[in-house]
């Protein structure tokens, strides 16, 4: 039988719905768009917050690829720990973190410009531009540094640029923390892109982060007015020789500061190397030099303002992907803090109010903040001072909050004991289920 045509509004319906259906919305929130890089464990897609409209780059990691690693899992919770550590004008924003029984959920700022490294594929840089980038590098470089954190990647394939020409560092996978030092205080893995690595690390015994950090910044500078690399060989241990010795020639368009300054970058002994605040005090550097002001974090008020939320950081299925092997909770707080945490289904107000009613019923000196803190003091002295106790709701679900309780101040076992015997039991009305608990005495 033969079928009627269909009319031109039921096309464009058709059409609408068949658009919508290949839409994938993730979490209710992120419109998922084309895919804009992929590696071993993730891939990286463009996304758009249904919300506000703002694009995000989301990076999604396969949890199963990542158990099957030694040691992968570590590294993703230490990137997630150091990203939250350093929010920098030239740093990519980790925006949030979600996690479901199988995915790892990176939500990150979307730079548009790319990665520097395409500018230097199509040859050098002026030096006003080279200086530019270079400025903003060791701004991004020494503000990670304030904070204990090493790169360890740096090359101009992890370095983004943004519609306004700014730069970005991204890729904080290899990045290192205070308390991976050993115990003579230094660094021992060995890692990185060999043409960029330092000296020290590519001898196996032991380095300074930060250090290492400079050499590759002096590489990255190298690159930005050269157009190509100070080490390079077709037989990698020819490289490493050069290396070793810093062996390399200038092209003659540098200018004298210039290679001055690279000179100085490029030293084999990391104790005579220049320190960052040197390298901001040469004329090279202070030419138009402006100062990011770095996102710190302002202190808040004694109120929660009417109409916040509370952080919505590790979103959906946080019990679920708990138990299955990627504890999201400790990237809360250190591990080596007396803490638990527990989920509840009460608003976060109502559990700001409920935590503060408890510190005055416990005679405490209570304050909160608009960040969803409550701050807690004991006003009698202890074995080790006065007890201080800091609770902070997270919303991890339209529905559903996470509560972390930890010890700030004072002794322990005291602190365990008013825990036990009075804060556990006063708060059983509001606590839907405990997780993370580790109040011991250690």
Not at 12 to 35: A, N, T
Not at 171 to 188: I, M, N, R, V, Y
Not at 275 to 295: G, L, Q
Request: charged letters at 30%.
């Amino acid at each position: 039988m033969h079928q009627p045509h269909l009319s031109k509004s039921k096309k464009q319906k058709k059409k609408r719905i068949m658009e919508e259906e290949r839409r994938v919305v993730l979490f209710g929130k992120y419109e998922m768009g084309r895919l804009l890089g992929k590696g071993t464990f993730a891939k990286v897609y463009h996304a758009k917050h249904i919300a506000t409209g703002e694009s995000v780059a989301i990076k999604i990691i396969n949890k199963d690829h990542v158990m099957k690693r030694h040691g992968m899992m570590d590294q993703i919770k230490r990137e997630i720990s150091v990203m939250r550590l350093v929010r920098h004008p030239n740093i990519v924003e980790l925006k949030e973190v979600m996690a479901t029984k199988t995915k790892i959920f990176f939500v990150m700022e979307f730079v548009r410009g790319g990665e520097l490294f395409a500018k230097v594929v199509r040859g050098k840089l002026k030096e006003d531009a080279a200086r530019r980038y270079f400025q903003q590098l060791i701004s991004a470089v020494d503000f990670c540094h304030s904070r204990g954190v090493s790169h360890r990647d740096l090359k101009p394939e992890n370095l983004l640029v943004d519609e306004n020409g700014d730069l970005k560092v991204s890729d904080f996978g290899l990045s290192a923390l205070p308390e991976q030092l050993l115990q003579d205080g230094l660094l021992h893995t060995q890692c990185g892109t060999p043409a960029y690595v330092a000296p020290e690390v590519l001898r196996k015994k032991g380095y300074d982060g930060a250090k290492a950090d400079i050499w590759s910044c002096g590489v990255v500078l190298y690159v930005l007015l050269a157009g190509y690399l100070p080490f390079q060989d077709e037989n990698l241990m020819n490289m490493y020789r050069k290396i070793y010795k810093a062996e390399f020639d200038f092209p003659p368009w540098f200018s004298p500061e210039a290679r001055r300054l690279v000179s100085k970058l490029l030293v084999v002994d990391p104790d005579r190397r220049i320190s960052i605040p040197a390298i901001m005090r040469t004329p090279w550097f202070r030419k138009s030099f402006r100062s990011p002001v770095a996102a710190i974090e302002s202190p808040g008020r004694n109120d929660v303002e009417e109409g916040a939320s509370p952080k919505f950081f590790n979103a959906f299925e946080f019990i679920s992907s708990m138990s299955s092997g990627f504890d999201l909770s400790s990237l809360f707080e250190s591990k080596r803090k007396v803490r638990s945490m527990f989920t509840s289904r009460w608003s976060a107000a109502e559990i700001v109010g409920k935590i503060e009613g408890i510190g005055k019923e416990m005679g405490m000196k209570v304050r909160r903040t608009k960040d969803f803190k409550v701050k807690m003091q004991g006003k009698t002295e202890g074995r080790k001072g006065q007890i201080s106790v800091t609770a902070e709701v997270f919303e991890v679900a339209p529905e559903v909050a996470v509560v972390e309780l930890c010890k700030s101040a004072g002794d322990t076992l005291e602190y365990n004991r008013l825990y036990e015997e009075q804060v556990r039991p006063a708060l059983k009305d509001i606590v839907w289920s405990w997780h993370g608990d580790s109040n011991n005495n250690n």
